[in-house]
């Protein structure tokens, strides 16, 4: 069954670091997206990204935060100046078009020391 | 906007009795009501859903859950606990028509004692 897949598992990095997450959405998926999980709080959504744009983001997604996607298959969210703050598990998500059901990915653990 | 609210961060129960995890929700148009089961160290997996047909939907592994439009309420049950059900269970709400984002509740971790 298509899964979606996420790298690293695990990232630790300093703060003011950049990092970037990558996630493979499954194949014929055209909507991706990205939530994150503060240990110990809800899973919040950060962003969607339709038709080579972002379609929705919400106020955590600030000017620190960007998506791409660079080729076919990769989706990334890019942190560029990292703060202790955004520990957190990020999740990718996927789904296709006409559908209500999103598939995530197994998370990245980022760590901000 | 919309919210979700779960009752209950922590539910034991013992293998073989009734599992009920309580989800209330709000949102001011209808919606798309889902549960989601994280094991330890995987990814969120969808356990069903309800998109506005049968108000009783069937998931996986037994479980299921009932859409009460009076209550916005969307409770999921499993008629008898099985050691491997424990985990963390996510209720969430999607707007139709208003955007693709899921929010979800705080989680309820279920253990289940042998």
């Known amino acids: 069954e298509p899964e979606v897949t996420q790298t690293p598992s695990h990232q630790v990095t300093q703060m003011g670091q950049e990092v970037i997450l990558r996630c493979v959405p499954i194949?014929?998926?055209?909507?991706f997206y990205w939530y994150r999980q503060i240990l110990g709080q809800k899973v919040e959504f950060l962003v969607s990204f339709y038709n080579n744009e972002i379609s929705e983001k919400s106020e955590i997604f600030d000017d620190q935060f960007s998506v791409e996607r660079p080729d076919g298959s990769n989706f990334t969210l890019k942190i560029r100046s990292t703060k202790l703050e955004d520990s957190a598990m990020y999740f990718c998500?996927?789904?296709?078009?006409?559908?209500?059901?999103?598939?995530f990915g197994p998370g990245t653990r980022l760590l901000v020391l | 906007a919309q919210s979700v609210t779960q009752l209950g961060s922590h539910v034991s129960v013992s293998e073989g009795a009734l599992v009920l995890l309580r989800c209330n929700y709000s949102s001011s148009v209808p919606p798309y009501l889902f549960w989601y089961v994280q094991y330890p160290n995987q990814g969120l997996q969808l356990l069903l859903k309800y998109t506005s047909a049968a108000t009783l939907v069937k998931g996986i592994n037994g479980f299921e859950a009932e859409f009460k439009k009076s209550e916005t309420s969307f409770h999921l049950t499993k008629p008898s606990a099985h050691m491997s059900d424990a985990a963390e269970y996510f209720c969430a709400v999607r707007a139709k028509a208003a955007g693709n984002k899921l929010t979800f509740g705080g989680g309820t971790r279920v253990l289940v004692k042998p």
């Open positions: 194949s014929n998926h055209l909507y």
């Open positions: 998500a996927s789904s296709v078009e006409g559908s209500e059901t999103q598939y």
